[in-house]
Every structure is written in structure tokens, then in C-alpha cells.
């Protein structure tokens, strides 16, 4: 609808000009009150969608990613001071958790859920007045995550490779419980994390004297430590970076320099009885920079090319697109109201909408811009003769 904010208010006043008061009492029941299920709403739209999407493509990769909402006040639920996205820097906001799943040109959120920090979590009288249900307890972002993931698994999805920034990847847990589900991952980390150099590992248990239970856990020395992402990128030969590009971008093709290593990562090793598993990390060095940029943990095959593992972790860049739409078209983040319920309901609406959109441009073929629109034309009747068309059995 045209109006540039999707709030109730606005769009009671577009659809009943004559009589808004009504109108606004209703929206505001179905969006603040109703006690309608947004799981099995999403789930309903995504039915739909999703079969749209697998029309041409198959799941490509399920994308966790956190959006803030910039928020005054203290009394809308979820606000408090953390960092925004939206405005590159901690402010007054309120940040909710999201799972996507994308093919290779389309992507929709099919899980969405507020984060509620630990000053909201713990304070009864908040939680009362905003109608925080009594399940809802505090979890990090990466426990909300693994929830979603978790569910879309239960429901069936069709499985991709999941990719997160470095506010997940960092989080051992989730990698560990990804590799658990066997899910494949291209996790980006931050360079501090730690990471034992190609071909090394924590030293082994020592051998026991013979007394008590033989000592299991792995061990480090003063000679014997890992080194961070960081340090090793450091240290890689100059033949090792590779410029791969990824994708066209608005005025030409997209483009860095990568490497990739086979690593254990360190984290917390002296308490397991086994090394971490080897996975790939990927490092990003752009030309025009002093040193790295970016590093990602991945999980994907020990055979997987670089081209490969760059393309995925770029991938990420889709549900920009999307964020982008839900807020400055679709209204995502015009909320006004303070409840647990109004805010996951708008975002349902929201995501809904969005997913109707996804539905409908699938519908045309890669060449619609030659004009070939892939629409489907009803059935001609089989008497049907169009006006001036020469009579079948007249004689020419």
C-alpha cells in the first residue's frame, strides 16, 4: 500500500478514512491482542514460499543474523543499551534473532525471535507489564539461534550449510553443536580466536604412574602453544594468497585476495580428552589493507575449493536484501507498541508480506527481461475462434 509508515495508526487511516477510530481498534487488536501463533504462521507462509523457491533452485544455506531497531525509552520490551546494526555502534535499541533460508537468488526468514537481555530476563515487573511470556528466560543470541535451527530441523526444512557472523562463530558451543546435528557451517570468528598451526595439535596425556585413574586430558608447554588466526595469517607465504571474486556488484564483479588453512581450533582443549576435529579456515587479506580483514571456521568438505568456500561465506550478503525491504518498504521496523506479543506479531506480518513478494518474483524466468514472462494462461476453450479468424471449413 502506498504511506511510508506500516503502523497501525496510518494504515487504519488509508484503509477507513471515514471512519478510523474502528479501523484502528481493530487493527490494533489483531496485531497487540490476538492470540494467534507466529510460529504457525511462519510456518503456513513458508509452506508456500519455500515450494515457490525450490522451483528453481535447490537450499543453498540457512543464514543466522541478529537486526537492531533503534528505540528511546526504557519501557518497550527488549530495549536497552547494546550495539545496533542499524546504526554501527551501542545505542538504545531493542535486537531480535533471525534464521533464513536461501537458494542461490532468493531468501526469507523463517524464524524470528526478540533477544530479551538480561536486565529485561530478570525483572518481574517488566516482564509483567509487557506481557513476556513465563517460558521466555534468558539466553544468549547463539542459544537462540541454535533453538531456531533446532526447530526448522524438526519441521523439515530442507537442510543448507549454515552460515553466521563472527557473534556466533565465536561461540564454541554453537559450532560444536552444528558439527553434532551434522550440519556444515562457515562460521566467521575474530582474530584473537585461537587455533593450533597446520599440522599441530595439543600435546597428548601424559602416561600415567600407575596409581589412581590414568590422566586423560590433553596438555600445552611453554614450547607448545597455539597461535591466533591472526598471528598464523601472518606468517603464510605470499603464494598462498589467491584473488577470488564472488559475485557482480552494482558497477563491476566483486573481488579479494583469500587463503585457506587446515586447522584444529584451540579453545579450551586442556579440559577434552581429544583434539578439536580439523576444519578449514578461511582468511580475507584485501590488497589495499595493512594486514586481514576477515576469518571464518568451516566445516565443509576437507576437498572444497577456495572459489567455493568464498562464495559461501559471501553468501551471507543476500539477507541484506531482505532487511533491507522488510524495514524501508514493508515497515519491520515500525512497531510502536511496548508488548512481547505486538512485536512478534508485526514481525510476522511483516516477514509474511515479504514472503508473498519472494513467491511472485519466482514466478518469472531468468529471461523476463527479454520479455518472456513465465505466467501461466488459462486454457483456450476448444471452440473458441477469435473475431476475423478465417472460418475453419471455408475454402480460402
Known amino acids: 500500500m502506498p504511506g511510508e509508515r506500516k ?33 504457525a504462521v511462519l510456518d503456513r507462509a513458508l509452506d ?76 518481574e515487573q517488566r516482564r509483567e507489564k509487557a506481557g513476556v511470556p513465563a517460558e521466555i528466560k534468558f539466553q544468549t543470541k547463539p542459544q537462540i539461534a541454535l533453538a531456531e535451527i533446532e526447530r526448522a530441523r524438526e519441521r523439515g526444512v530442507p537442510e543448507g550449510v549454515v552460515l553466521a557472523d563472527a557473534g556466533y562463530g565465536n561461540d564454541t558451543h554453537f559450532r560444536e553443536r552444528l558439527s553434532e546435528w551434522k550440519l556444515s557451517y562457515v562460521a566467521g570468528i575474530q582474530s584473537g580466536v585461537t587455533v593450533w598451526k597446520p599440522g599441530e595439535q595439543p600435546l597428548p596425556a601424559p602416561e600415567g604412574k600407575g596409581m589412581g585413574r590414568p590422566p586423560k586430558l ?11 588466526v591472526r598471528e598464523l595469517a601472518l606468517t603464510l607465504p605470499s603464494a598462498a594468497w589467491k584473488t577470488v571474486a564472488w559475485r557482480q556488484g552494482v558497477k563491476k564483479k566483486l573481488a579479494s585476495r583469500f587463503a585457506t588453512v587446515r586447522v584444529r581450533c584451540a579453545h ?31 566445516t565443509l568438505p576437507a ?30 521496523g515500525h512497531f510502536e507498541g511496548r508488548g512481547w506479543r505486538g512485536f512478534h506479531h508485526h514481525a510476522t506480518l511483516c516477514i509474511v508480506a515479504y514472503g508473498f513478494l519472494v513467491a511472485e518474483r519466482t514466478r518469472f524466468s531468468p529471461s523476463a527481461r527479454a520479455g518472456q514472462l513465465d505466467l501461466r494462461a488459462p486454457k483456450v476453450p476448444p471452440r473458441f475462434q477469435p473475431r476475423g479468424a478465417a472460418h475453419p471449413g471455408r475454402a480460402a
Open 218 to 228: 590433553l596438555r600445552r608447554d611453554a614450547k607448545h602453544q597455539p597461535v591466533t
Open 303 to 332: 576437498k572444497t575449493s577456495l572459489a567455493a568456500l568464498v562464495h559461501l561465506a559471501k553468501h551471507r550478503w543476500i539477507i541484506e536484501r531482505d532487511y533491507e525491504e522488510l524495514k524501508q518498504e514493508l515497515g519491520l
Open 48 to 123: 508456500t514460499v519455500l515450494a515457490s523457491m525450490l522451483r528453481q533452485d535447490p537450499v543453498m544455506a540457512w543464514v543466522i543474523d541478529d537486526t537492531g531497531f533503534p528505540k528511546k525509552g526504557q519501557h518497550s520490551v527488549g530495549v536497552a543499551r547494546q550495539y545496533c546494526g542499524q546504526v554501527g555502534k551501542q545505542d538504545n535499541c531493542r535486537v531480535a534473532v533471525s534464521l533464513s533460508v536461501t537458494t542461490g537468488k532468493a531468501s526469507m526468514p523463517i524464524a524470528f525471535r526478540l533477544y530479551l537481555p538480561e536486565v529485561w530476563a530478570n525483572d
Open 7 to 39: 503502523s497501525v495508526e496510518p494504515i487504519a487511516a488509508r484503509l477507513a478514512p471515514d471512519n478510523v477510530r474502528r479501523m484502528h481498534q481493530s487493527l490494533h487488536h489483531l496485531v497487540a491482542d490476538a492470540p494467534w501463533n507466529d510460529e
Open 268 to 298: 579450551r582443549d586442556y579440559w577434552r580428552a581429544e583434539p578439536h576435529a580439523e576444519e578449514w579456515l578461511l582468511i580475507e587479506w584485501p590488497k589495499d589493507e595493512r594486514e586481514p580483514t576477515k576469518y571464518w571456521f568451516s
